[in-house]
């Protein structure tokens, strides 16, 4: 299984970018799918993720201005960022857990990261 992220950037403050997330590979299902995101000297935070059902959950220094959405056909999750700010800087990484047997254990795959930075 293989995550390929893309969208990331240079934009400045207040604008907006786009990121996807496409998984291929063989496997069964796809269950909660998510973004993280890591800036320089920090530890990687979560930003929002999505169920397979597609309710979201958002991290709180994003909600109202990030939305998170889904296609379980093409296996791709997205990421709609507006309002972007310099704190905002940093890798982000998608998320998947994984099965690939029914009823099977989940399992936790990454994406390479795609770098997003907010100039002032």
């Known amino acids: 299984v293989q995550l390929q992220a893309s969208g990331g950037g240079l934009v400045q403050t207040g604008g907006s970018l786009r990121l996807s997330c496409a998984a291929t590979?063989?496997?069964?299902?796809?269950?909660?799918m998510g973004w993280y995101r890591q800036a320089p000297g920090k530890q990687r935070e979560l930003v929002a993720h999505?169920?397979?059902?597609?309710?979201?959950n958002y991290a709180d220094f994003v909600k109202g201005r990030f939305t998170t959405s889904r296609d379980n056909v093409k296996n791709t999750v997205y990421l709609q960022m507006n309002s972007l700010n310099p704190e905002d800087t940093a890798v982000y990484y998608c998320?998947?857990?994984?099965?690939?047997?029914?009823?099977?254990?989940?399992?936790?795959?990454w994406g390479q990261g795609t770098l997003v930075t907010v100039s002032s």
């Open positions: 999505t169920t397979s059902g597609g309710s979201a």
């Open positions: 998320n998947a857990r994984i099965q690939h047997a029914w009823s099977g254990p989940q399992y936790n795959y």
């Open positions: 590979g063989s496997f069964t299902s796809i269950n909660n």
